[in-house]
């Protein structure tokens, strides 16, 4: 009775955390009624979203297989209290999901380029996420609160002696089962191939795609640090590994 009651109370909040209208006129303007009536996109407390100049929110055939889900703004009370509102922005570019989004409060993500993502991609509270080139994401991927990825130095630099054009902007690609932990900084460039972890406070600006699976890399510049590592992805597990390491947890949920 007691797990019941806590499900339903659960329900009851994630409900008043959402911005119902919102989430159903964003649906009904944006996709055919057949996939709007699902709402794929549900938007919560302080989350918004702009589509302009062209601009695509793509939700494939995989998506819709995998029963995907869009979730702007989804308050996990993860490093979030009083956080400031959440933005995806597709500015002329395509956003090209294969799965459920997870964009935690207090992210911003502004996509003038093209970005694909696998299954499960989950952004942490205040992530900043800037793709002017291109992005591709692989599945279950978690990106730590406070991380940035940034395909652009925005900026041109030249050679005062020899002024030219130099380009400022490389696609960057993030394998399946990566952790990229908190307040890391991804670069224009930057390869990870699955099964790695970049360790927290990170900045990856080259190519790793030679790095073996299971793998830890980090530092600025982030540089190989061990093999053999990964983190549990397992959830059941992960649940239990909580349970026997603090007490807390046990009273939480036991």
């Known amino acids: 009775m007691k797990m019941f009651l806590r499900r339903v109370w659960n329900r ?14 964003f649906n009904f303007r944006n996709f055919p009624f057949d996939k709007a009536r699902h709402l794929p996109v549900l938007f919560y407390n302080g989350a918004y979203a702009t589509i302009l100049q062209g601009g695509r929110l793509e939700l494939t055939e995989q998506f819709w297989a995998n029963n995907g889900r869009v979730l702007v703004g ?17 500015v002329g570019g395509v956003l090209r999901l294969n799965g459920t989004l997870d964009v935690r409060r207090g ?29 591709l994401i692989g599945s279950t991927v978690r990106v730590a609160h406070e991380t940035q990825i940034f395909d652009s130095n925005f900026h041109y630099v030249e050679n005062v002696n020899e002024p030219g054009f130099n380009p400022i902007s490389k ?9 990229i932990c908190n307040r890391s900084t991804v670069q224009a460039g930057s ?36 093999r053999g590592v990964s983190r549990v992805w397992d959830r059941k597990r992960e649940f239990e590994y909580h349970k026997r390491e603090f007490e807390w947890y046990r009273r939480m949920y036991e």
Request: proline residues 6%.
């Open 191 to 226: 390869v990870l191939p699955s099964r790695t972890i970049l360790a927290s406070n990170s900045l990856l600006n080259r190519d790793f795609a030679d790095l073996e699976p299971d793998s830890l890399i980090g530092g600025t510049p982030a540089r190989f640090i061990k």
């Open 171 to 179: 696609p960057i690609r993030i394998g399946s089962y990566v952790w």
């Open 12 to 25: 009851l909040a994630d409900l008043r955390n959402k911005r119902v209208l919102y989430t159903i006129w």
């Open 74 to 90: 989804y308050p996990s009370l993860d490093f979030e209290y009083q956080c400031e509102k959440t933005h995806l922005n597709i």
């Open 107 to 135: 992210c911003i993500v502004e996509i003038k380029g093209v970005c694909t993502f696998g299954e499960d991609v989950v952004f942490g509270p205040r992530c900043r996420v800037r793709v002017h080139n291109e992005l």
